[in-house]
């Protein structure tokens, strides 16, 4: 079936450098990617998200990129701060009339002070 | 954050039962969904609803079920055929029934199994 694949499963960084998580998607219909951030037993919460007009999106220290001939996404953090340290996943939208939501397996970010 | 709530925050399962998951929204939403989260693992889906009395099984569906008779509640029973239950269970909800729209997600609940 149609799969998100999501690198690297952890992401180690100091503080104030950037971090970049990539994903991919199988599905070229695909057309709305969100990102999600979920800290230790919490609930997952969005942080942006794209659809496939676009090719970038950007809020504050946050951005994500498309690339739809490469079937690929990116989310960008710069200016870490440990408060970013949590799992964040990546999704992309699947199907016909009704685009449910595949997830990718999510990334650990440690950011150490 | 507020609007949709799940209970209990712990649940215990025991051999051969069947247990149930509530999930509620005042959002006045349309959608909802019910997902499972295993360490390492990203979100599955198990069911989905997008308008009441109706619903439709998703990745995982094998041993759980749902009913949405009100818009505003899609309860998930794990039955004793679903082997394997022990996990975090995820309930969301979104305005439309689209599927391309931000999901909004309940606390969570962790099953457990004795």
């Given at each position: 079936?149609?799969?998100?694949?999501?690198?690297?499963?952890?992401?180690?960084?100091?503080?104030?450098?950037?971090?970049?998580?990539?994903?991919?998607?199988?599905?070229?219909?695909?057309?709305?990617?969100?990102?999600?951030?979920?800290?230790?037993?919490?609930?997952?919460?969005?942080?942006?998200?794209?659809?496939?007009?676009?090719?970038?999106?950007?809020?504050?220290?946050?951005?994500?990129?498309?690339?739809?001939?490469?079937?690929?996404?990116?989310?960008?953090?710069?200016?870490?701060?440990?408060?970013?340290?949590?799992?964040?996943?990546?999704?992309?939208?699947?199907?016909?009339?009704?685009?449910?939501?595949?997830?990718?397996?999510?990334?650990?970010?440690?950011?150490?002070? | 954050?507020?609007?949709?709530?799940?209970?209990?925050?712990?649940?215990?399962?025991?051999?051969?039962?069947?247990?149930?998951?509530?999930?509620?929204?005042?959002?006045?939403?349309?959608?909802?969904?019910?997902?499972?989260?295993?360490?390492?693992q990203g979100l599955r889906l198990i069911y989905?609803?997008?308008?009441?009395?109706?619903?439709?099984?998703?990745?995982?569906?094998?041993?759980?079920?749902?009913s949405r008779e009100k818009k505003e509640s899609?309860?998930?029973?794990?039955?004793?055929?679903?082997?394997?239950?022990?996990?975090?269970?995820l309930c969301a909800s979104t305005p439309g029934?689209?599927?391309?729209?931000?999901?909004?997600?309940?606390?969570?609940?962790?099953?457990?199994?004795?």
């Amino acid at each position: 079936g149609e799969n998100v694949e999501q690198h690297p499963s952890t992401l180690s960084v100091q503080e104030g450098d950037s971090a970049v998580i990539k994903c991919t998607y199988s599905d070229s219909a695909s057309n709305y990617f969100p990102w999600y951030k979920q800290e230790l037993g919490k609930r997952p919460q969005l942080i942006i998200d794209i659809r496939s007009n676009v090719g970038e999106k950007k809020d504050q220290r946050i951005a994500v990129t498309l690339n739809k001939t490469a079937k690929h996404f990116s989310l960008h953090i710069t200016e870490t701060q440990p408060e970013d340290s949590a799992v964040y996943f990546c999704a992309a939208s699947i199907g016909g009339g009704f685009q449910k939501l595949v997830f990718g397996t999510g990334t650990r970010l440690l950011v150490s002070p | 954050d507020g609007g949709i709530t799940q209970s209990p925050k712990y649940l215990f399962r025991k051999e051969g039962q069947n247990v149930t998951l509530s999930c509620e929204q005042n959002l006045n939403h349309d959608a909802m969904y019910w997902y499972r989260q295993d360490p390492g693992q990203g979100l599955r889906l198990i069911y989905y609803s997008q308008i009441v009395n109706d619903f439709q099984k998703g990745d995982i569906a094998e041993g759980y079920s749902v009913s949405r008779e009100k818009k505003e509640s899609f309860p998930l029973t794990v039955t004793s055929a679903q082997k394997n239950p022990t996990a975090f269970y995820l309930c969301a909800s979104t305005p439309g029934s689209s599927g391309k729209e931000t999901q909004y997600f309940g606390p969570g609940t962790r099953l457990l199994v004795l």
